[in-house]
């Protein structure tokens, strides 16, 4: 083989190499540039379905849900919004304020939050139903239902985990234990809800 040939080979292998690497670079950048940062900073609007655990039985009515604003900084979350508690025979909704760390793992967060609740809250009882006796000694129940409502308050405690999906988009799960004053709740006070919900970033 002529000298100048393996001269030339010597001097493009290298060449060849660089351009690989090169072109692997170029490519593998804009996939990192696109993966979802974590929502740890800015502004952040959910919204939950928490209806998993238990379900407003018996009657058409707007199941558990939760519309929050979220503000957070690195460290810190400070949330407000709206929250519906919704049962067979009874409801709770209003106003709720809560707040927390940030834990991280990954791209992932983690939210442990205290709040507190301010609303009415409703309630139906079976209060002048009555048992009745046809023939052949069938029996059976006639309900007949009072309704009540009061302003209610309450305090709970939450855990959201949540992972964006794409760009300003992330979906989370929740689960809350919640404690609610008001006279039509009497003996019939903690709400315990789990569910799931999206995340959508509106400001940095």
């Not at 709206?82 to 209003?94: D, E, I, P, S």
């Not at 709720?96 to 409703?122: E, M, Q, T």
Request: include cysteine.
């Amino acid at each position: 083989m002529p000298l100048r040939i393996r001269a030339r080979r010597r001097l493009i292998a290298p060449l060849r190499r660089l351009l690989v690497l090169a072109s692997a670079a170029v490519v593998s950048a804009p996939l990192h540039a696109q993966e979802p940062a974590r929502f740890d900073t800015g502004i952040v609007v959910g919204g939950d379905w928490l209806q998993a655990n238990a379900l407003p039985l018996d009657r058409n009515a707007m199941q558990s849900a939760a519309l929050n604003v979220s503000f957070r900084r690195r460290v810190w979350a400070l949330d407000a919004g709206w929250l519906r508690v919704a049962r067979t025979l009874n409801t709770v909704q209003g106003v709720s304020v809560s707040a927390g760390p940030l834990l991280h793992w990954g791209r992932v967060l983690f939210i442990p939050a205290v709040g507190v609740l301010g609303g009415k809250s409703y309630a139906s009882r079976d209060s002048t139903g009555y048992d009745w006796v046809g023939p052949n000694g069938l029996t059976g129940h006639v309900p007949r239902y009072s309704y009540s409502s009061a302003a209610s308050a309450g305090g709970g405690v939450a855990l959201t985990v949540e992972c964006p999906v794409y760009r300003a988009v992330g979906i989370r799960a929740r689960a809350a234990q919640w404690f609610f004053s008001g006279a039509p709740l009497t003996d019939d006070r903690p709400r315990t809800l789990v569910g799931a919900g999206v995340s959508v970033r509106v400001g940095r």
